[in-house]
């Protein structure tokens, strides 16, 4: 629990929530329930901002924190029962974060028919890509067979460790010939134009 809330009881927010509690009419009982707010405030922002940082990126923090109190002034008057006011702010605020992640969730059933499956692109980069890999495979087959299979393998995700041992080589070796045939490749995909 923070500082600044612990040093209140529940039984130190009663007077406070019950001011806030009132009809706001006359002029008189409104700057009453607007003092008993800011007295309010002034004790439990802190923790409440603490509480919120931990589940509200940064650049919306001050917005949430307002929204709580925007809900704390508009619902106090018929929603508060009058105890445990600490425990009523912090209630208000993870339904406004329950709220917000519900709201961020897009609904499935929106708008099918303007959805486009982003596995599909447009028929000239299908096509595009298919020439690159065939460019790719051709040059591929240029190689000589243990740089092949080293290429292949690496771009497989095996280590150099791993295809020293199945192909017989020293690790210095392996890199160097790696990295031969990635240039041979890089020159042999430009010359085809893809």
């Known amino acids: 629990m923070d500082a600044t809330a612990s040093a209140f009881t529940q039984d130190d927010d009663r007077p406070l929530a019950e001011r806030l509690r009132q ?7 409104l700057r009453d329930a607007q003092a008993a707010l800011m007295a309010l405030y002034q004790r439990h922002a802190p923790g409440l901002l603490a509480f919120l940082a931990c589940r509200v990126p940064a650049g919306n923090l001050d917005d949430v924190h307002q929204a709580v109190w925007q809900n704390v002034w508009q619902h106090a008057p018929h929603a508060f029962d009058g105890r445990h006011f600490r425990a009523w702010i912090y209630k208000i605020a993870r339904n406004l974060l329950i709220d917000g992640v519900r709201r961020r969730k897009p609904d499935p059933a929106d708008d099918l028919d303007g959805r486009v499956d982003p596995r599909t692109g447009p ?24 740089a092949r299979a080293i290429v292949r393998g690496r771009m497989g995700g095996d280590s150099y460790e791993d295809l020293c041992g199945r192909l017989g080589l020293d690790a210095n070796k392996a890199y160097k010939t790696y990295h031969a045939a990635v240039k041979q490749l890089r020159d042999c995909v430009q010359e085809a134009g893809v």
């Open 23 to 29: 009809p706001r009419a006359p002029a008189e009982r």
């Open 123 to 146: 028929a000239v980069e299908m096509l595009m890509d298919h020439e690159r890999r065939a460019a790719l495979e051709r040059c591929l087959e240029k190689l000589a067979e243990t």
